[in-house]
């Protein structure tokens, strides 16, 4: 089994900057993407940002010029530093890691999810 355990939400200011961490640990012989994702209330799960073993990334438009996606793989952790937050920002943000196991057999595994709040 493979567990997700997120941290660094809260409540922060238009304009402001949050960080939030993501770390891997149990099973995993070797993790391929990681990414962040939210949801806001009414709203669908929506992609935020995504970043391979290569360091490859991918954002979402709403994002772009304002997070950041980075990962310590030897750490298993992945990173979103939120930079300028807006009120539409605001959402529960999931982190998910594609994890293969010894018989490289892979899985996708999802966090719990923090809290971010942005206010106007």
């Known amino acids: 089994q493979v567990q997700l355990a997120e941290s660094g939400g809260g409540l922060v200011q238009a304009g402001g900057s949050l960080r939030l961490s993501c770390a891997a640990s149990?099973?995993?012989?070797?993790?391929?993407?990681m990414g962040w994702y939210r949801q806001a209330p009414g709203n669908q799960r929506e992609l935020v940002a995504a970043i391979t073993s290569g360091g490859s990334t991918d954002y979402a438009d709403s994002v772009k010029g304002r997070f950041t996606i980075s990962r310590d793989n030897a750490k298993n952790t992945v990173y979103l530093q939120m930079n300028s937050l807006k009120p539409e920002d605001t959402a529960v943000y999931y982190c998910n890691a594609r994890c293969r196991d010894r018989y490289l057999v892979e899985r996708l595994y999802w966090g719990q999810g923090t809290q971010v709040t942005v206010s106007s």
């Open positions: 149990g099973s995993c012989f070797s993790i391929n993407t």
